[in-house]
């Protein structure tokens, strides 16, 4: 990917974006940031998430100072449809914006994704600033859009749903919007049905999907034929890395055919392992829930002589549901996740804690990811591995097989007695509705999604950034987002549970380093020019 700046007779260079592979040259700007500028012939590079972005001065002006402002744009209708005309507006004229003191965002507001500095440091990446624009793409009676959602459930898919309808037509006065059902399959193996605030009135109460899904049956041909013979111009796509990753083939698919239809996504996890976004929606309900598998484990235990309680969470990569649930329930007394390594024997061991503190409770509660020690049980279980549609790794029980571990030992080994609970919450809290601030954030979610589509803007999607929403690039949401054990959050996690940070098992220590170091290789990537 390549940029070049030019200067149209002002000190705001405008920045325009060339595929190589697409052999399509841009013929419209975006405005950045007004920098101060010197004559200069230089090539800065900058080398972001392995892709080398060149910003190229066409004239032979660079800014004054190189104060490494990187800016992460999304792609824009006018890449390929250049005449594209364009329309005022309908909040303008809206009672319910008439009231705000700056209705529209400017097209030069950004968000800064790092915003702990030091004095002399690189200002860094950067993403446009969600909301309204002055000036919009598609005529609100022309607008046909369509809404998918895809992958497994989560709190609050139902509120972003009710929210994209209500928004299109409350803020945009758009009618005609169609709710694609079971999934990406559903362009061309499904019945849709229309959508209107009508229908969708009190579908935030309710959990799961109200337009039903399905893992895989991506096929980006078909998906596109279908858009291209229903006439559909705005695609809102509901889901995880897989699915948004489904979503940029088809924004791709849209700008080779020439059509113009907006590609918007809305990231759905229930993990919280999306890159660069503050959060994913879902996730503050996802917490709140755990608590009370959480405690309802904790009465067991205490109830009973040497009571061991395992609560299996949600967590395939990314242990942050764990982490935040254990931190805030304060009963836990340990908690593994997939990016902490553990062993079971030896000394630090988790049999050596689990004893220790029995002796000391009489009763302990532990709280494990999905994802923890996969390989560990795989190993133990002579395992093969095997895929869903979507292409995750189908994890094994590791709950079902920690809990067989620890009664084996201490019953055979050490010849105590213990009272085993198991308690898998995963299914009941993903099929909850949404709590009030879930509900709050789909809402932001959805209402940001339309603004961008309306604006022009296609193969984004939306997010929080430092608590400021954003429209980011796709492929900045395809990298997983996990625990870094070398943070403060893990550490204040081990200082709640007093639990044994398994450093010195075997290659566990090593694991943490290699971590380190890639995390340090990424930063360097970043921030070098």
């Not at 009618?175 to 935030?204: A, C, E, W």
């Not at 084996?408 to 050490?414: E, S």
């Not at 509900?439 to 984004?460: D, E, R």
Request: net charge neutral; glycine share 8%.
């Amino acid at each position: 990917m390549e940029a070049s700046i030019s200067f149209l007779g002002s000190t705001k260079p405008n920045i325009s974006l060339f595929n190589p592979s697409s052999n399509v040259l841009p013929r419209r700007d975006f405005p950045l940031p007004a920098l101060k500028l010197k004559k200069v012939s230089v090539l800065p590079r900058i080398l972001h998430q392995k892709r080398l972005i060149r910003a190229q001065c066409s004239d032979g002006f660079k800014p004054e100072e190189d104060d490494g402002f990187v800016l992460e744009d999304v792609p824009h209708l006018t890449k390929f449809l250049p005449d594209l005309p364009s329309y005022p507006n309908p909040l303008k004229e809206s009672q319910a914006y008439a009231i705000v003191k700056r209705t529209f965002v400017s097209s030069e507001d950004v968000v800064a994704q790092n915003i702990v500095v030091q004095k002399g440091s690189k200002r860094g990446v950067h993403f446009r600033r969600a909301g309204p624009r002055e000036r919009v793409y598609f005529r609100s009676d022309e607008v046909k859009a369509c809404i998918v959602t895809c992958g497994g459930l989560c709190p609050g898919i139902n509120t972003v749903i009710r929210e994209i309808v209500c928004g299109l037509n409350n803020m945009y006065g758009v009618n005609n919007i169609l709710g694609i059902q079971g999934g990406y399959r559903g362009f061309y193996s499904k019945n849709t049905m229309n959508l209107t605030p009508k229908v969708v009135n009190d579908i935030h109460k309710r959990g799961g999907t109200f337009l039903q899904t399905s893992r895989g049956g991506h096929d980006t041909a078909k998906i596109v034929d279908n858009i291209q013979d229903r006439g559909i111009n705005q695609v809102y796509i509901i889901g995880g890395g897989g699915t948004q990753k489904g979503a940029e083939k088809i924004y791709e698919e849209v700008e080779r055919r020439g059509l113009q239809v907006a590609v918007s996504g809305i990231p759905k996890t229930i993990d919280n392992d999306i890159a660069v976004i503050d959060k994913s929606f879902g996730f503050d309900t996802a917490v709140e829930e755990a608590q009370r598998a959480i405690n309802a484990a904790h009465v067991e235990v205490e109830s009973v002589e040497n009571g061991v309680g395992i609560v299996k969470l949600m967590g395939r990569y990314s242990g942050f549901i764990a982490m935040i649930a254990t931190l805030a329930n304060r009963d836990v007394d340990c908690c593994l996740i997939p990016e902490s390594p553990f062993f079971l024997e030896g000394k630090g061991g988790l049999f050596e804690f689990i004893e220790e503190r029995l002796k000391e409770n009489r009763h302990m509660v532990i709280v494990i990811a999905e994802g923890a020690g996969q390989d560990y049980v795989a190993q133990s279980m002579r395992a093969s591995e095997t895929k869903d549609a979507s292409g995750n790794r189908l994890l094994l029980d590791v709950g079902l097989w920690l809990t067989q571990q620890i009664k084996d030992h201490f019953t055979n080994v050490r010849k105590m007695m213990i009272n085993m609970k198991y308690i898998d919450p995963t299914y009941m809290i993903r099929a909850i509705p949404s709590n009030a601030s879930d509900n709050v954030y789909c809402t932001l979610l959805a209402q940001s999604a339309v603004h961008g589509a309306m604006a022009g803007y296609s193969g984004f999607t939306v997010g929080p950034v430092n608590s400021r929403h954003a429209y980011i690039p796709i492929s900045v949401t395809e990298v997983t987002n996990t625990v870094k054990l070398t943070d403060r959050m893990w550490a204040r996690l081990l200082a709640s549970t007093n639990q044994p940070s398994f450093l010195t098992g075997e290659g566990a220590l090593q694991n943490v380093i290699d971590m380190e170091t890639q995390e340090k290789i990424d930063n360097m990537k970043i921030s070098s020019i």
